[in-house]
């Protein structure tokens, strides 16, 4: 080519370039694009792309002869003449790279390409400085642009590296361009699923809150797997309570670690988020379930409220990709805030709900007391009342004091099996005076064994306080409920203990105004009747009455004899 013509064919390549780069679609298929026509333009066997990641150099694109063989390679920061570049943020010019000791063969030997001559320009970023009295300008170095052999045969020029460098400049723009472009739209796609999150979780029921959550956090993360884990009331162990995935191989009851076991216990022991890249040589991961074996890479995060942790919420197996990136870490992390407040909002509505369910039953359970009359009465009420306070239980048993011996018995229940109710009869042996010093106590638990196919069933203890003595206990199947409700469940106790009270009391009022209204019958019978024999009579009949007996009779002493002669006698039917 002429020289016109040389300068005419740049200016064409030059244009189509700059049009490239003003409007720049695809990232990788803008610098395919550019990259073709720098391998046009200058005439040469081969030009390439690379990009900073990772710590690497990663060709992105190339141009000329076997670039589909280049593309998987990557180099070392400082490796080769491309590395150099970028290690020192200069443009390398080399004629002859056989002469060049920082020449990497490698690539050259494994694909039987040969390279003769070269040029190496940084593709650089001026960045802000970090004191904003420095004066020097700063640069980010994110990869290499490389021409190779040009075809004719001749070295490259002097205006080939300024012009090179030229498109090297306008090229670094574009891509971090894009690249802030690209951060600032999944930005965008993280707040608008953090808000489509927030929206979503309005609700206060805890199982449909961590239902929403699962799906939207691995749908935005690109996962897999989502699991949220919540601690149990006792702090020891983590209980998977929802996931997205409706793989069969999946037993949630297999999934449950204890504090400091695999990844999930590790995350509430320290409450430090945990990435792990390679699940299958990681000792912190823990196989316990069958489907462990499909899982790659997680990321996990604990769940906080006022600093307390209340769960885990942890990710599986990054689609498309082999690992989860920081960004991720810090995007779970803002969805972890929002479902920790979810699910301590949806734990104290279900709080609430439980109080005024537990204060209504407690109305209720007042109201039928004092209509009751009859022992048996009151006692139904409070069993049905314990029920509605406790709904979780499985069994209520009100245990009085017999008469006779002292000892408790079973008088009313509902929801324990003939079995446990032998067991309670037989075994609980409770100091009823130390019982009645507290508002509850779990003492049941150690005494009593209701055993099952599964586990002890636990079993708590509230005592019927007396004016002057306990006079028996309403036994609950359940774990030691909130504080708020032991104090509603004591005030049952105490008003059932009134209840009983005032009913005995009332059955003993009427006994003695019986027994005064039978001994003024008599005593009327006597003194107006003149006949014996029916004032005998009379007396037996009243005494049988009087006594709700069978029968009764009525002997006469024979001073003559000294027998006793039987005079009257009465009997039912």
């Keep these: 080519l002429s020289e016109r013509d040389q300068r005419l064919a740049e200016s064409a390549a030059l244009d189509q370039i700059g049009t490239l780069l003003a409007s720049p679609g695809d990232l990788v298929d803008t610098l395919d694009a550019i990259i073709r026509r720098v391998n046009t333009l200058f005439q040469v066997e081969a030009a390439s792309l690379m990009l900073v990641e990772n710590g690497f150099l990663h060709f992105k694109v190339a141009a000329g002869t076997q670039i589909e063989e280049i593309k998987p390679y990557s180099l070392e920061i400082g490796q ?34 040969g390279t003769r001559s070269l040029i190496a320009v940084p593709l650089r970023i001026a960045e802000r400085p970090d004191d904003a009295d420095q004066q020097s300008r700063q640069e980010r170095v994110i990869g290499v642009i490389e021409i190779i052999n040009r075809v004719d045969g001749r070295p490259f020029t002097h205006y080939d590296e300024v012009l090179l460098e030229f498109i090297a400049s306008s090229a670094a723009i574009v891509i971090e361009n894009v690249r802030l472009f690209n951060q600032l739209q999944r930005r965008l796609s993280e707040m608008s699923a953090l808000l489509d999150t927030s929206r979503a979780v ?47 191989a999946i037993n949630l ?39 462990s074996d499909r899982v790659k890479c997680t990321l996990g995060v604990p769940l906080l409220v006022q600093g307390k942790l209340i769960g885990v919420l942890e990710v599986a197996n990054k689609q498309n990709q082999k690992q989860f990136t920081p960004a991720d870490e810090e995007l779970l992390s803002a969805f972890a805030g929002q479902v920790a407040l979810a699910i301590h909002n949806a734990r104290l509505y279900r709080e609430i709900e439980r109080r005024v369910e537990a204060l209504a039953a407690l109305g209720r359970a007042s109201a039928a007391i004092n209509r009751a009359m009859r022992l048996d009465e009151i006692l139904d009420s409070a069993v049905e009342a314990a029920i509605a306070m406790l709904p ?37 042996t409770v100091d ?43 036994v609950l199947g359940t774990t030691t409920p909130p504080q708020e409700t032991s104090r509603l469940l004591q005030t ?5 203990a009134i209840a009983i009270e005032k009913t005995r009391l009332h059955e003993e009022t009427s006994r003695r105004l019986a027994e005064v209204s039978t001994l003024y019958t008599l005593a009327n019978q006597i003194t107006t009747v003149l006949d014996l024999d029916r004032i005998l009579d009379t007396t037996v009949t009243i005494i049988n009455r009087a006594l709700d007996c069978q029968g009764s009779c009525l002997y006469l002493h024979d001073r003559q004899t000294g027998e006793l002669t039987l005079k009257a006698s009465s009997s039912r039917g």
């Design 80 to 113: 080769g003449i491309a590395g150099w570049a970028v290690k020192h943020n200069q443009t390398v010019h080399v004629k002859d790279v056989t002469a060049d000791p920082r020449h990497y063969p490698g690539i050259d030997q494994t694909i039987s390409f």
């Design 392 to 428: 979780s239980n499985q069994g209520v048993a009100l245990m009085l004091q017999a008469a006779h011996n002292g000892e408790l018995r079973v008088v009313a229940q509902q929801g324990f099996d003939q079995g446990a109710l032998d067991t309670l009869r037989s075994s609980t």
């Design 253 to 291: 009851d297999q999934m449950v670690f204890g504090v400091g076991q695999g990844t999930v216990g590790k995350i509430a022991e320290t409450g430090q988020a945990l990435h792990i890249d390679d699940a299958e040589s990681d000792p912190r991961f823990l196989r316990i379930a069958p489907f």
């Design 202 to 248: 309005t609700t206060l029921e805890l199982q449909a809150v961590l239902d929403t959550i699962v799906e939207h956090v691995s749908t935005t993360l690109d996962a897999e797997l989502a699991f949220v884990y919540l601690l149990d009331d006792k702090g020891q162990r983590l209980v998977p309570r929802a996931t997205n995935s409706n793989l069969q």
């Design 492 to 496: 049952l106790g105490d008003m059932v």
């Design 432 to 474: 009823l005076e130390n019982q009645g010093s507290s508002l509850i106590s779990d003492s049941l638990a150690h005494d009593v064994g209701i055993v099952d196919t599964q586990d002890p069933v636990p079993l708590i203890g509230v005592p019927l306080r007396g004016r002057e003595q306990v006079l028996g206990l309403i």
